[in-house]
Each structure stands twice: as C-alpha cells, then as structure tokens.
C-alpha cells in the first residue's frame, strides 16, 4: 500500500509477527529475533527498485548474463539504540553494505531529539542511505537525521521502521516528501508521552532488555 512517499507492509506473515512483538509478554530474545525478521522483509521491499549489474555467468550447464546488486553502493543507517537491533536483518539482505551510526536520544520532556554522535562512511553522497529505527513516533528522530544527511549531500535516502504514528509519518513527509518510508504498521495515534499506542513499548528498552 503506497501513501504520499510511504509503504506499508500487508501480509499475514507481518501482522502475525508484529503481534508477537506487540505483546508484553514477549521476551529479549524473541522480540529481538522478530526485530530482525521484520527488518530483513523491510528491506527486502526497500530493494525493489535495486538497479543491477550485468555480469557473465557458467552454471555447470551453459553460459548465461546474470544480474548483480553493487552492495559497495548502499549504507545502513542504525539510529542508536534501537535502531541497531534491526543490523542483522537488513544485513541477511545486503551483507557487504556499509554501515553508519547516528546516536540520537528524546528528550523525555520536551520529546525533541539531540544527537550525540554521528559517524558515517566516506562517498556518502552516491550512496542509498537506508535509516534504520524501529518506532517512528513524532518524526523528530528521523527529520534530524535526514537534515544530517542532506547536509552531507546524500540523494538517495529511505527510511526503515517497525511501526509508525500518523503524526509522524506526516511530519517527516512534510519536510521531505521525496524520502520513502518503509514501515509494518501505521498506529493509532501518540500518546501523552509521545509514545506510540498501541505500538509496542519502548523498543530500545525490549531490544536491550534495559527496563
Ligand atoms: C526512540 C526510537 C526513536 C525515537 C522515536 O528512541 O527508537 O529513535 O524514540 O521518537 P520520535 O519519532 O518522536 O523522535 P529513544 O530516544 O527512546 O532512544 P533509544 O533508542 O536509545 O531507546
Ligand atoms: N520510542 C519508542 O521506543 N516507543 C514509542 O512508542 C515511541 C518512541
């Protein structure tokens, strides 16, 4: 399902594991598992539009032209903490990408993000640049580190995220309506603690199991 620049996953398979992840009796392991199933099928939707290599092939039978992902041209952008917990998945997709870091904590008052670190690989800016966060709440997280990107002259930019608040989503699509966005689950609404509801908790918390 495609909205302005959003896509929203619909499968049986997704809404089965988003409800593992939503309940609260689901434990570190399994929610971390179904973290990074979530992230591989999320990415494996981000890549359709993949541009190939042409290369020539021998299978033990014949001589064929096959097709190649240039994996040196994409950059997994884990915001921290939570972001992180979805690495292993996308990396089951693209294993020889390359991977930056944004730390990034809420303000837990005022909800707005500050960063505190941000490391990204040289030639950013030929590069797809896939944001990694599970929970996309008032946007604030992901707009921010757009900004920085853009700021790094970064073109091609997507987002990845479990789940996400209409709030949210209209925010980031506002300010940059070119970025796609891929998500399982659109929510309800935000909650008086900017906390997505229904969603899931604090995803850093059940990923590192903090709480
Ligand atoms: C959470 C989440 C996002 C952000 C979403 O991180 O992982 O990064 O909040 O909120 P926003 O859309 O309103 O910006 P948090 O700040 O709790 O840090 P953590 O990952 O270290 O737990
Ligand atoms: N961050 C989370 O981890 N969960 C939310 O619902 C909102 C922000």
């Given at each position: 399902m495609l909205q302005n620049n959003e896509v929203i996953l619909k499968h049986p398979i997704i809404e089965h594991k988003l409800s593992i992840l939503r309940?609260?009796?689901?434990g570190t392991k399994e929610f971390r598992e179904v973290i990074g199933e979530l992230s591989m099928l999320l990415c494996y939707e981000a890549l359709s539009d993949a541009q190939l290599e042409e290369l020539e092939i021998e299978t033990p039978i014949a001589r064929m032209k096959g097709k190649r992902l240039n994996e040196n041209n994409f950059v997994f952008l884990p915001i921290l903490r939570a972001g992180t917990g979805m690495i292993d998945g996308v990396l089951k997709i693209v294993p020889n990408a390359k991977i930056g870091h944004i730390g990034m904590y809420r303000?837990?008052?005022?909800f707005k993000p500050h960063s505190y670190y941000y490391k990204v690989p040289k030639g950013i800016e030929d590069k797809e640049v896939i944001v990694l966060d599970p929970m996309l709440a008032t946007g604030g997280s992901i707009i921010d580190t757009i900004g920085k990107l853009k700021e790094q002259n970064a073109k091609k930019i997507k987002v990845l995220c479990i789940i996400s608040a209409p709030e949210g989503l209209k925010a980031v699509h506002n300010k940059y309506p070119e970025v796609k966005i891929y998500c399982t689950a659109v929510d309800e609404k935000l909650n008086e603690n900017a906390y997505i509801v229904p969603g899931l908790g604090d995803a850093g918390d059940r990923i590192f199991g903090t709480k």
């Open positions: 309940d609260k009796k689901t303000d837990e008052e005022t």
